[in-house]
């Protein structure tokens, strides 16, 4: 029979991500500017239903739900054993109900972009229509597989879909470097396999800031839950090795 120090680990890897609560103003500021960004999944974005006080935690079949998608070799283990699965969903429960609302609202995107033709009197690679945002206002985070089944079990407490809303639409249609920069860029690309394509990586970092009333809704065909969210920042990327960006924009608000 697995022991309750051995039990505390496996649960504790549900909840590996938080945000820690800052004692003074200047370590909530240094905690801004250090601030991590999780990938974008739907498995993140099941956090946001606790975060958000969407989802009851006295409700155990939610929590199994949420089990399954954030630790499915835990729920595949266990399910069966009846006994010490209630042991496990009342340990979730207790640690929803302290973690919840310390868990993570950053997350980013990221995806690989064309950089198009460079405009020298723009000193910009203008992006080809493909590769532009142009007023994107609502976008797709995570959705559910088609079956709606996640580690072998119907889901039914979660939505389908998580989508962004956006405050405000996001606009991007090139991207400002120097001559200097440019040249090396073309330089490179003319000796890759693909010298009629310019790829680069988009890194769109983003902040959840609620759930919209009444958007937690049932459609036709599916269940989609709309987040309230705003850009941190969005930058361009030479390549995945790269640690510093060809241009940046930066919107994060260090007041909060």
């Given at each position: 029979?697995?022991?309750?120090?051995?039990?505390?680990?496996?649960?504790?890897?549900?909840?590996?991500?938080?945000?820690?609560?800052s004692?003074?103003d200047?370590?909530?500021?240094?905690?801004?500017l250090q601030?991590?960004?999780?990938?974008?999944?739907?498995?993140?974005?099941?956090?946001?239903?606790?975060?958000?006080?969407?989802?009851?935690?006295?409700?155990?079949?939610?929590?199994?739900?949420?089990?399954?998608i954030?630790?499915?070799?835990?729920?595949?283990?266990?399910?069966?054993?009846?006994?010490?699965?209630?042991?496990?969903?009342?340990?979730?429960?207790?640690?929803l109900?302290?973690y919840?609302?310390?868990?993570?609202?950053?997350?980013?995107?990221?995806?690989?972009?064309?950089?198009?033709?460079?405009?020298?009197?723009?000193?910009?690679?203008?992006l080809?229509?493909?590769?532009?945002?142009?007023?994107?206002a609502?976008?797709?985070?995570?959705?559910?597989?088609?079956?709606?089944?996640?580690?072998?079990?119907?889901?039914k407490?979660?939505?389908v879909?998580?989508?962004?809303?956006?405050?405000?639409?996001?606009?991007?249609?090139?991207?400002?470097?120097?001559t200097?920069?440019?040249?090396?860029?073309?330089?490179?690309?003319?000796?890759?396999?693909n010298?009629?394509?310019r790829?680069?990586?988009?890194?769109?970092?983003?902040?959840?800031?609620?759930?919209?009333?009444?958007?937690?809704?049932?459609?036709?065909?599916?269940?989609?839950?709309k987040?309230r969210?705003?850009?941190?920042?969005?930058?361009i990327?030479?390549?995945?090795?790269?640690?510093?960006?060809?241009?940046?924009?930066?919107?994060?608000?260090?007041?909060?």
């Amino acid at each position: 029979m697995i022991g309750m120090r051995f039990l505390f680990i496996l649960l504790i890897t549900v909840f590996a991500t938080i945000s820690l609560v800052s004692a003074s103003d200047k370590t909530r500021v240094e905690e801004l500017l250090q601030v991590q960004y999780l990938p974008i999944n739907y498995n993140a974005m099941a956090n946001m239903e606790w975060k958000f006080n969407t989802l009851n935690v006295g409700n155990y079949s939610a929590i199994e739900d949420y089990i399954a998608i954030t630790n499915c070799p835990l729920y595949s283990r266990y399910y069966t054993n009846d006994f010490l699965w209630q042991r496990i969903k009342e340990g979730v429960k207790r640690q929803l109900g302290y973690y919840a609302p310390q868990f993570t609202d950053r997350y980013e995107i990221i995806s690989a972009i064309d950089l198009g033709r460079y405009d020298f009197q723009k000193a910009a690679f203008i992006l080809p229509e493909d590769s532009q945002l142009r007023n994107v206002a609502y976008f797709t985070l995570g959705r559910i597989n088609s079956l709606g089944t996640v580690c072998d079990r119907d889901i039914k407490e979660f939505p389908v879909i998580f989508s962004a809303v956006m405050n405000t639409p996001i606009n991007l249609d090139n991207v400002p470097v120097t001559t200097e920069i440019a040249k090396s860029i073309i330089e490179k690309n003319n000796n890759s396999s693909n010298p009629n394509k310019r790829m680069a990586v988009m890194r769109l970092r983003l902040k959840i800031l609620d759930i919209l009333p009444d958007e937690k809704s049932s459609a036709a065909l599916y269940t989609e839950t709309k987040f309230r969210t705003e850009v941190d920042e969005i930058a361009i990327f030479e390549n995945t090795r790269s640690n510093t960006p060809l241009w940046e924009i930066n919107f994060k608000d260090l007041k909060r």
